[in-house]
């Protein structure tokens, strides 16, 4: 929010610890979209552990089925820079969290780059 052409409003993102705490309970849509990098680019016959790249936004940190919000992408292995979406509606009761997880099995170490970003807006109660 500190930088220009960042949009920032209400008290429930905390941008140390990366959680939005629902300051009510109800139905809130959440969007995370991440600009990711491989730092190190995989080298000619090293064995490839895989190449897929899981993205979650998970309720008090518990990624179990039903109360995340999940995207599974394969990386190209050609390519350098990926975009990786997820996006739903969670059930948040007041004061519980969402943040964001990104589970890596593609090999290499991963950078998310600035200009990825995280949403949560409330539609209800």
Do not use: W
């Not at 960042?6 to 905390?14: E, K, P, Q, T």
């Not at 009510?24 to 491989?38: E, N, S």
């Not at 970003?117 to 539609?123: C, G, N, P």
């Amino acid at each position: 929010p500190e930088t220009e052409g960042m949009f920032h409003r209400g008290s429930g993102l905390n941008l140390t610890s990366g959680q939005y705490t629902a300051p009510v309970a109800g139905y809130y849509t959440f969007t995370a979209t991440l600009h990711i990098v491989r730092r190190e680019r995989r080298r000619k016959g090293q064995p490839c552990r895989g190449n897929r790249l899981r993205v979650l936004i998970c309720v008090q940190s518990h990624c179990q089925h039903n109360s995340n919000l999940e995207t599974v992408s394969q990386l190209e292995s050609g390519g350098d820079l990926f975009t990786i979406s997820v996006t739903g509606v969670l059930y948040l009761q007041a004061g519980q969290y969402a943040s964001v997880f990104v589970d890596n099995a593609a090999g290499s170490p991963l950078i998310v780059q600035s200009g990825s970003d995280f949403s949560a807006i409330l539609l209800g109660v």
